[in-house]
């Protein structure tokens, strides 16, 4: 599955440029940090635009392609940003023969965004994954750390609205 790139306009910081480029500067001697620089970058920005991965391939004298090929890689990399709320549906096999299908084509109906997409106030954004391990209260969602079980399409209006006070 191919990593879907932020549906938003990048909104960096100077604060998080500079802690950053400290982070670069402390790596750019030697390339093997370059998963651990990312890292740090993804915890700086919550995810990996390519203006980040730009910086860093600068930064650490690295072509910009090895950077984007490990940040499609590797599953620990986001190039999209994430809401305030992050809403996952589980779609593994228990949750979907349940109806998470329909409840995730619900909840992209409801927000107005796709997968791996972010509102465009950056409240919710909405993904899938492929079991939780909680499939005797599927089809199962989650919105940040609460897990909603046993739940239908007709559930989320509710659920989005505990979220939008």
């Given at each position: 599955m191919q990593k879907k790139i932020s549906n938003?306009?990048?909104?960096?910081?100077?604060?998080?440029?500079?802690?950053?480029?400290?982070v670069i500067a402390a790596n750019k001697h030697d390339k093997s940090r370059l998963?651990?620089?990312?890292?740090e970058?993804?915890?700086?920005?919550?995810?990996?635009?390519?203006?980040?991965?730009?910086?860093i391939a600068e930064g650490m004298d690295v072509p910009l392609e090895k950077i984007y090929g490990v940040s499609t890689f590797y599953a620990q990399f986001s190039l999209s940003?994430?809401?305030?709320?992050?809403?996952?549906?589980?779609?593994g096999t228990a949750?979907?023969?349940?109806?998470?299908?329909?409840?995730?084509?619900?909840l992209q109906a409801q927000l107005g965004i796709g997968g791996d997409e972010c509102t465009p106030d950056g409240k919710f954004s909405l993904s899938a994954c492929r079991c939780i391990g909680?499939?005797?209260?599927?089809?199962?969602?989650?919105?940040?750390?609460?897990?909603?079980?046993?739940?239908?399409?007709?559930?989320?209006?509710?659920i989005l609205a505990k979220y939008s006070a």
């Open positions: 938003l306009p990048f909104k960096g910081t100077p604060e998080q440029e500079a802690k950053l480029n400290e998963m651990a620089v990312m890292q970058a993804q915890d700086i920005y919550g995810y990996l635009p390519i203006e980040v991965q730009a910086m940003q994430k809401g305030q709320y992050g809403i996952s549906v589980c779609l949750c979907y023969v349940k109806g998470a299908g329909e409840i995730y084509d619900e909680a499939c005797g209260l599927a089809p199962v969602l989650t919105v940040n750390e609460d897990v909603y079980g046993r739940i239908t399409a007709k559930d989320v209006a509710g």
